[in-house]
């Protein structure tokens, strides 16, 4: 039973396993305590803060064992924030950051900041310049992941970090996708990572700050980690996150290139074996591990069921999935098609016959979801009912506006007009990118009393 | 090798241990997830929660798993403080709780916040009546800790939450000590735990918020636990966190029964043993399994390394052996001697041969420390030397100051005084507290150029 979705978490890596279970014996008591207990407990944690900071690339006392990648990220951005306070409260992110920096951003942005949206290109990457000009006299601090947790992009953060060491901002790099496979370069100053991205156990994770970096931890105080991750420390969980870490490094070259393969052979098939289908995501400045597509005419949540029932477990950024019901907004920041999406993550030592599996069950999959949603044929209708439809799908959920709008797109002549209203916010997203798709023009979004009027022009 | 420190953190409790490895193997994923492993996670953490809940007494949905039970107190002071800013900015907590809550205070106030601090009598209880006392039209929440991690006094929650009630104010129970024995009876609103004090994983904590009771989590928004726990959950570690605390509960009343004995034993019998010792907290409304007693002359580091190569690990609240050198605020808010203090609580399981064996080393233990820093013996030297003497001890650390009292009292004639010169705040406490035990009048404090004067008049 295949498991795809490695960006989400995966299961132990046998050393952090063996590693869990040794320390489970010798590190349960108070490392900060006088006794042999104690004394034993902290030569584990410094133990592991030295590999932890190894593989980093920093220095041991710079490295914060935290209890999630998330809340890395919140007290990273919260501790600089407040530290450089004096410089002023402007905040610079990119459009497609993880929602921990979102989040972050959105409970400063309420506090009074300033927060300013980097966007982003179709691949999904910031690009520098853009990240050079949004810098301010009053930015406090910049944050850029590493790589994208949705479409695999990496991003520039060499030369991200360069500008901001220009304009004398910190940068805070979210490392969580990308640690497994090396360390960060470039001039970051703060870099979050989630331990159980890389085989580690959930509930680890690590912020680290460069010395230098001004850094007021927020919150009630606490003596641990340095202030910076309050709370008793799950000093077993911690030994085996260092451990794992330690141990994908070490088979990180050889394995990122066979995963690498295996990757490149979904982006180049899955188009060939799907119609109507769009792989987003650079395809050379990506993820090893990491492939994203999005299938017209599907409802994403129908075809994770699908999958599943097949025996693939595959995550999805689609808007029917997200229990928000809103569609992801890396997508959305990409401008791409956000319906049908599927994002498939290889744990390592995913063998190669599990992808082929994939690729066989995947069409079948797609086409009966399709079926299933009566989404139309290739060719249009041939009787043309006047030159402007209006499609109303009022409370309807994504993928039906677009799959009532190819029906009917065959109905106006060359140069007429249909226009679908809809009150899913995927719409927006979905329409222009089914008339990209489909060589038709997209005139715009007009408001409308229930949501909103999407209006496109036939031409083919 | 007994390990006499429960109260701090125990080894995983055997089923604690079975149910964290099976959830290694069916508990990693997301149990956000749809697909197969996604919905096992769910099951477990929905199936933990019930568990969890039954114990504590609340329903599932009113209870959150956070990442330790300092987050846990931290997220819900917040969360309550917030829920509740249009009653007021006003807290109330006892002067005996855990530094997370206090510090949780502290933070407020820095915001604006008011604090009231209800004192505790001799044995560390805090008093309904001036719980009731301190309540006011402004106050937005009211903290008590179920009962004292230091020295194990037994709070009266079930009056306090009825006057607090009565006055319309939620009450949040710190319960990380006592949970391990039994539910907290009484109407409360919210409360907290932390699994690593029931034999449970440490990186689990809990946090409970009864239905109605206004709640508004801070920080940046996460959708993981009702958003009051921010950050994917580590549900190996909850798994066994809920397993154990069913499995302690089943060996509650059983285990409490004996470990109560061996307590009693050891509140008896130390001051038998031992000269010049206090035996502190509540000797009837306490926790089964801890007890706590100060050794006068003593410094409590070296006291701690000497029982640890006898081969017993205990804490200590004593100002010599805490990180940031000031006494136990607890011992301090009790007005109990604080010097030379031990922690000893009892692990579930404790053989009394191990208790016996204890009181074999602790005598000579607590002589050689008293030999080693040149503590009087009991009878004061005969000669005065004049109505007043000063003793310099400025810049010495505790118990040094009391023992240069003790060691020049006969050398001033009945009616005469020692004036104590100090800069180590533990004098403050342990001056006073000699004076109550060797019969001698403590006549106040005066303010000195550094430091301060303690004045006790020979009675004696």
């Given amino acids: 039973m295949p498991y795809f979705d490695a960006a989400s978490a995966a299961p132990l890596h046998p050393v952090a396993r063996q590693a869990l279970l040794a320390s489970l014996d010798e590190g349960w008591a108070d490392p900060a305590r006088l006794y042999r207990e104690g004394r034993r407990a902290r030569l584990l944690l410094d133990a592991a803060r030295e590999a932890a900071a190894e593989a980093v690339g920093c220095r041991p006392d710079e490295l914060a064992f935290t209890s999630s990648g998330t809340t890395a990220v919140h007290s990273g951005i919260a501790g600089a924030l407040a530290g450089r306070r004096r410089a002023g409260r402007h905040l610079v992110v990119s459009a497609v950051e993880h929602s921990s920096v979102l989040h972050s951003a959105d409970t400063h942005r309420a506090a009074g900041g300033t927060v300013t949206e980097v966007p982003v290109d179709r691949a999904g990457a910031a690009g520098a310049e853009a990240y050079a000009a949004a810098l301010r006299e009053d930015t406090a601090l910049a944050c850029l992941q590493s790589a994208n947790h949705e479409v695999g992009t990496v991003q520039p953060v060499a030369e991200v970090a360069q500008a901001c060491r220009e304009a004398g901002v910190p940068l805070l790099v979210d490392a969580a996708q990308s640690l497994a496979w090396g360390p960060v370069e470039g001039a970051w100053s703060l870099l979050t990572g989630s331990a159980h991205k890389w085989g580690g156990p959930s509930g680890v994770g690590l912020l680290v700050v460069r010395k230098g970096t001004r850094f007021a931890p927020q919150g ?82 129908s075809l994770l069921h699908a999958l599943d029932r097949a025996g693939y477990s595959v995550s999805s950024g689609s808007s029917c999935t997200s229990s928000t019901l809103t569609p992801s907004h890396v997508l959305k920041a990409m401008g791409v098609l956000s319906e049908g999406n599927v994002r498939v993550s290889l744990p390592p030592g995913t063998a190669a016959g599990d992808v082929e599996g994939f690729l066989r069950v995947l069409p079948e999959a797609v086409a009966a979801v399709r079926a299933q949603l009566g989404a139309p044929a290739a060719a249009p209708r041939a009787v043309p009912r006047g030159d402007e439809l209006v499609v109303d799908a009022l409370g309807r959920r994504c993928p039906v506006p677009v799959i009532e709008l190819a029906k009917v797109i065959g109905d106006v002549p060359l140069g007429g007009t249909v226009r679908v209203l809809s009150d899913d916010e995927a719409a927006r997203l979905d329409v222009p990118a089914w008339c990209e798709m489909r060589g038709q023009e997209y005139v715009g979004e007009e408001p409308a009393e229930r949501g909103a009027a999407y209006v496109v022009r036939r031409l083919v």
Avoid at 233 to 252: F, H, K, M, Q, T
Avoid at 254 to 262: K, S
Avoid at 266 to 275: C, K, N, S, T
């Fill in 220 to 301: 009630p105080a606490d003596e641990r980690e340095s202030g910076r991750a309050p709370g008793f420390p799950d000093l077993p969980a911690i030994v085996a996150a260092a451990a794992s870490l330690r141990a994908v490094r070490a088979e990180a070259a050889a394995e990122a290139a066979r995963l690498r393969e295996l990757t490149e052979r979904i982006r180049a098939r899955v188009p060939e074996l799907v119609p109507d289908v769009e792989v987003v995501g650079d395809p050379e400045r990506r993820l090893p591990h990491l492939v994203t597509f999005s299938c017209l005419y599907v409802d994403g949540e």
